[in-house]
């Protein structure tokens, strides 16, 4: 029996033959190679990799989902059911050291509605 990850994500193979970390992956990049067979998106990419570096140093590596070009402009997409503090991070550090990439979750989802507190009794 297969071990259940901390996120119950089930490791899917796509239409491509891509082996997936999530069935919601795997729906992405069958939607990503369709776009990509229709001629709407261009150099489709698995798993880009980008290295944080500060005076030469390695500090870490982030690695998307996906990245494509579309219009001279790179889109790089991270396919997300939850943000966790390590990815918000990479992404922060990601974004200020590689100018020009701007990195994007799918699905997008309206922010969370907070509910309003109770007003203390005195």
Not at 4 to 18: D, E, F, S
Not at 81 to 99: M, Q, W
């Amino acid at each position: 029996m297969p071990t259940r990850t901390k996120y119950r994500a089930v490791k899917t193979v796509c239409g491509a033959l891509h082996l997936h970390d999530s069935k919601a992956e795997a729906r992405r990049c069958d939607d990503l190679t369709a776009l990509e067979a229709a001629g709407h998106i261009s150099r489709l990419e698995q798993q880009p990799v980008f290295r944080v570096e500060i005076n030469g140093k390695l500090m870490c590596r982030y690695v998307a989902d996906f990245a494509w070009f579309t219009d001279d402009c790179r889109i790089v997409e991270d396919c997300k059911g939850f943000k966790t503090d390590i990815y918000r991070l990479k992404k922060k550090l990601v974004e200020a050291s590689h100018p020009g990439v701007v990195i994007t979750e799918w699905p997008v989802r309206a922010p969370k509605k907070r509910k309003p507190r109770a007003k203390a009794t005195a």
